[in-house]
């Protein structure tokens, strides 16, 4: 049974065995309403791997490092080396051409996964755009 709910709620139990609510100070809240068996939680089969989470070895681990996207993409340098107008570049590679724009002209930056996706583009153009036709077929 797959439950989706609107946020996550950070919780730990509180001395009277109920499920309570943690607040940004890391303090006990007030009690969860039970929407749940908290006595499952306690059964080990609560953390068993299922399709949706496989579990990983540790070299699987060390590998899934996060990418650091922290340097700033000049936006209209790139466009310009693509040789493309701002709307041919908005075009091909899903971006708006108001935020297009925003960005070369300074009023915007790209954020962590713009900018990891304006890299991508710069590094292999071509990739990015035979990916999208294929997502689009």
């Known amino acids: 049974m797959t439950m989706k709910t609107a946020r996550i709620v950070r919780a730990r139990r509180g001395a009277d065995g109920r499920l309570r609510r943690l607040t940004k100070t890391g303090k006990l809240g007030r009690p969860i309403r039970e929407r749940l068996d908290v006595t499952r939680l306690d059964e ?8 949706d989470t496989p579990v990983l070895t540790r070299r699987e681990l060390r590998d899934l490092r996060p990418a650091v996207v922290t340097t700033t993409i000049d936006v209209l340098a790139l466009r310009r080396r693509l040789r493309l107008s701002q ?11 108001a935020t297009l724009k925003d960005w070369e002209q300074g009023r915007r930056q790209p954020d962590a996964p713009a900018r990891a996706y304006l890299r991508v583009i710069a590094r292999d153009p071509g990739a990015v755009r035979r990916a999208l036709t294929m997502a689009a077929e």
Request: no cysteine; net charge negative.
């Open 44 to 51: 080990p089969a609560a953390f068993e791997p299922d399709e």
């Open 87 to 97: 709307g041919a570049f908005a075009a091909l590679f899903g971006i708006p051409l």
